[in-house]
């Protein structure tokens, strides 16, 4: 049986924005993305950010015999035990709910080391998982907003080397730097053996 050749990546997301910022990060690789259809909907039962972008990218490929790419990121305070972590998104109903909670839970206490995680997973047409990656971005939590770009945490996320939150950076700073970025540089270099 022929090798199907890897010249599209079907993205476990519905979201155009998150295929958006994952095309960015693949340019000068021969792959075109496509968004999962939007029926395909895949439970998050992981327990870890690598389990849950496994989990993601193994059932897409699965359910449509193609390759598929899935990531899961997410925030992880230390003075919070690691939360909001694998249910960052599910933190509060929007962007600024999830801010305010997480403000409001650490308080004012002085630790106030925080980092972002990202997995992503690539699988083959028949699930199996052909690359895992993790990227890390450091930083600390501010006591207030700052900034008004990005999204999500991006606001009070604050990474001391560029003295500026992740709200504040230019979109090509924050690719570089953060944790998806971090994730997809790692990433690119095992990319091609899979042609």
């Known amino acids: 049986m022929k090798k199907q050749q890897l010249t599209t990546l079907i993205v476990a997301t519905g979201n155009p924005g998150k295929l958006q910022e994952m095309?960015?990060?693949?340019?000068?690789?021969?792959?075109?993305?496509?968004?999962?259809?939007?029926?395909?909907?895949?439970?998050?039962?992981?327990?870890?950010?690598?389990?849950?972008a496994c989990l993601k990218a193994t059932s897409i490929a699965k359910a449509l015999g193609e390759w598929a790419i899935a990531d899961d990121s997410g925030l992880a305070v230390d003075a919070l035990g690691g939360a909001p972590g694998?249910?960052?998104?599910?933190?509060?109903?929007?962007?600024r709910d999830r801010c305010d909670r997480l403000l409001q839970e650490l308080g004012d206490r002085e630790n106030r080391q925080a980092r972002f995680i990202c997995v992503v997973a690539i699988a083959r047409p028949d699930g199996s998982i052909a690359i895992v990656s993790e990227g890390i971005c450091e930083g600390e939590i501010l006591y207030t907003p700052r900034g008004s770009g990005g999204?999500?945490?991006?606001?009070?996320?604050?990474?001391?080397?560029?003295?500026?939150?992740?709200?504040?950076?230019?979109?090509?700073?924050?690719?570089?730097?953060?944790?998806?970025?971090?994730?997809?540089?790692n990433l690119l270099p095992q990319f091609t053996n899979l042609q």
């Open 151 to 185: 999204f999500g945490y991006d606001p009070i996320f604050y990474v001391p080397q560029h003295n500026k939150t992740f709200a504040e950076m230019s979109p090509e700073l924050k690719r570089t730097i953060s944790h998806r970025g971090k994730a997809f540089e």
């Open 23 to 52: 095309q960015a990060h693949l340019q000068g690789v021969n792959v075109k993305l496509k968004l999962k259809p939007e029926e395909l909907d895949i439970e998050e039962t992981g327990t870890t950010f690598e389990e849950n």
């Open 86 to 95: 694998l249910y960052s998104a599910r933190y509060g109903s929007s962007d």
